[in-house]
Protein backbone atom coordinates (compact mmCIF):
# COMPACT_ATOMS: atom_id res chain seq x y z
CA UNK A 1 0.00 0.00 0.00
CA UNK A 2 1.04 3.45 -0.58
CA UNK A 3 1.60 5.60 1.80
CA UNK A 4 2.28 9.71 0.95
CA UNK A 5 4.59 11.93 3.42
CA UNK A 6 5.10 16.06 2.96
CA UNK A 7 8.28 16.62 4.87
CA UNK A 8 9.51 20.31 5.66
CA UNK A 9 13.63 20.19 6.37
CA UNK A 10 15.02 23.31 8.14
CA UNK A 11 18.43 24.53 9.17
CA UNK A 12 21.47 24.70 6.82
CA UNK A 13 19.70 22.97 3.62
CA UNK A 14 19.96 24.85 0.56
CA UNK A 15 23.24 25.42 -1.45
CA UNK A 16 24.62 21.84 -0.11
CA UNK A 17 23.15 20.14 -2.34
CA UNK A 18 20.71 18.46 -0.12
CA UNK A 19 17.68 18.72 -3.04
CA UNK A 20 20.23 16.41 -5.49
CA UNK A 21 21.14 14.33 -2.87
CA UNK A 22 17.87 13.11 -1.57
CA UNK A 23 16.79 12.84 -5.12
CA UNK A 24 19.57 10.20 -5.66
CA UNK A 25 18.57 8.75 -2.49
CA UNK A 26 14.39 9.10 -3.03
CA UNK A 27 15.69 7.26 -6.61
CA UNK A 28 17.53 4.48 -4.99
CA UNK A 29 14.78 3.44 -2.51
CA UNK A 30 12.33 3.21 -5.49
CA UNK A 31 9.76 6.49 -4.13
CA UNK A 32 8.02 8.59 -6.11
CA UNK A 33 7.84 12.16 -5.36
CA UNK A 34 9.96 15.53 -5.56
CA UNK A 35 12.11 18.10 -3.53
CA UNK A 36 12.43 21.78 -3.53
CA UNK A 37 13.74 25.10 -2.33
CA UNK A 38 11.56 26.99 -0.57
CA UNK A 39 11.75 31.13 -0.34
CA UNK A 40 12.18 30.45 3.85
CA UNK A 41 15.34 28.53 3.67
CA UNK A 42 13.85 25.09 4.05
CA UNK A 43 13.49 22.19 1.76
CA UNK A 44 9.81 20.82 0.96
CA UNK A 45 9.74 17.07 -0.23
CA UNK A 46 6.79 14.93 -0.94
CA UNK A 47 7.40 11.41 -1.23
CA UNK A 48 5.72 8.07 -1.79
CA UNK A 49 6.05 4.58 -1.14
CA UNK A 50 5.56 1.62 1.35
CA UNK A 51 5.72 3.21 4.98
CA UNK A 52 9.15 1.02 5.75
CA UNK A 53 11.05 2.68 3.26
CA UNK A 54 9.67 6.41 3.68
CA UNK A 55 10.28 6.10 7.08
CA UNK A 56 13.85 4.71 6.08
CA UNK A 57 14.06 8.19 3.62
CA UNK A 58 13.03 10.50 6.66
CA UNK A 59 15.79 9.25 8.48
CA UNK A 60 17.70 10.34 5.74
CA UNK A 61 16.44 13.74 5.65
CA UNK A 62 17.36 13.87 9.40
CA UNK A 63 20.72 13.91 8.35
CA UNK A 64 20.81 14.95 4.66
CA UNK A 65 24.20 15.28 2.68
CA UNK A 66 27.66 15.81 4.47
CA UNK A 67 27.40 19.70 3.92
CA UNK A 68 23.90 20.00 5.35
CA UNK A 69 22.79 21.08 9.38
CA UNK A 70 19.20 19.80 9.56
CA UNK A 71 17.71 21.32 12.33
CA UNK A 72 14.49 19.77 11.97
CA UNK A 73 11.78 17.84 10.06
CA UNK A 74 8.44 18.00 10.11
CA UNK A 75 6.02 14.76 8.45
CA UNK A 76 2.39 15.12 7.73
CA UNK A 77 1.08 11.82 6.24
CA UNK A 78 -1.58 12.87 3.12
CA UNK A 79 -3.18 11.37 0.24
CA UNK A 80 -1.01 9.70 -2.44
CA UNK A 81 -0.55 11.16 -5.82
CA UNK A 82 0.97 8.66 -8.07
CA UNK A 83 4.12 9.54 -8.57
CA UNK A 84 6.71 7.73 -10.15
CA UNK A 85 10.35 8.70 -10.00
CA UNK A 86 11.43 10.96 -8.07
CA UNK A 87 12.68 14.58 -9.17
CA UNK A 88 14.07 18.04 -8.15
CA UNK A 89 11.58 20.53 -8.76
Request: proline share 4%; hydrophobic share 30%.
Amino acid sequence: MQTHFDLRVTGRVQGVFYRASAREEGSRLGLGGFVRNEPDGSVYLEAEGDRETLDRFVDWCRRGPPHARVESVEVEEGKPKGYSGFVVR
